[in-house]
């Protein structure tokens, strides 16, 4: 069966900070994998997605970037946080599958 | 950009009521799919829309594709208390395995 792993759930990270945040998906190959961030009582904002390997697609400008080093993991980074950067952000295979969420809080 | 307008913002109601959101584009949309979170987890998809007209329903809940493509809309009937969440509309584009979200409907549910 199809399942996919984020981690971790909750991060509390100091400005400046780097950011390392992890996905992988199993039982599918080749899955289109999205990273998406929550504003507080929000909707879903994409913020990259991929298609294969080493493929990132960027959606909006931001501090962050993704990478996809295997089929099946998708990870999502920065060199320095700002406080913006807080929310919930979700790794996502296809429509119907999303990670649990990891809440990142920048202090 | 492509924007999804979801209406209700949110809604209290009682439990044994019906409920009733929607979804409107100001485009054309492939699909639409509607979400429940529950707090601190990742969305769930509750339903999946292909077809222009399609009604499709899962147990107490059902949902419809526009026939314009420019809109959709869920029912949950005889709400319970477990329904109380935050419900998404997500639409997809033609020619792209992107989704747009909407901003929510948060439900709650009285007994």
């Known amino acids: 069966s199809q399942t996919i792993h984020q981690w971790p759930a909750t991060l509390v990270q100091p400005v400046g900070s780097p950011l390392s945040l992890e996905c992988t998906v199993e039982?599918?190959?080749?899955?289109?994998l999205y990273w998406y961030r929550q504003a507080a009582g929000r909707g879903l904002q994409l913020l990259f997605y991929s298609v294969g390997i080493g493929q990132i697609s960027s959606e909006v400008p931001q501090n962050l970037s993704a990478s996809r080093p295997q089929d099946r993991q998708f990870i999502l980074s920065s060199k320095k946080l700002l406080l913006s950067d807080s929310g919930f952000y979700l790794c996502a295979f296809t429509e119907a599958f999303f990670g649990q969420g990891t809440r990142l809080t920048v202090v | 950009g492509q924007q999804l307008n979801q209406s209700p913002q949110s809604m209290f109601i009682q439990e044994g009521e019906d409920v009733s959101m929607n979804c409107t584009s100001s485009?054309?949309?492939?699909?639409w799919l509607w979400y429940k979170q529950d707090p601190g987890e990742g969305p769930v998809l509750l339903i999946a829309?292909?077809?222009?007209?399609e009604l499709t329903s899962n147990g107490r809940l059902t949902a419809q594709f526009g026939i314009t493509r420019k809109d959709s809309f869920l029912n949950i009937s005889a709400s319970i208390p477990s329904d109380v969440g935050i419900y998404f509309c997500?639409?997809?584009?033609?020619?792209?395995?992107?989704?747009?979200f909407g901003t929510g409907t948060r439900l709650q549910v009285f007994p």
């Open positions: 997500a639409g997809g584009p033609y020619n792209t395995d992107k989704l747009i």
């Open positions: 039982g599918t190959s080749n899955p289109n």
């Open positions: 485009s054309i949309f492939n699909t």
């Open positions: 829309l292909y077809k222009a007209g």
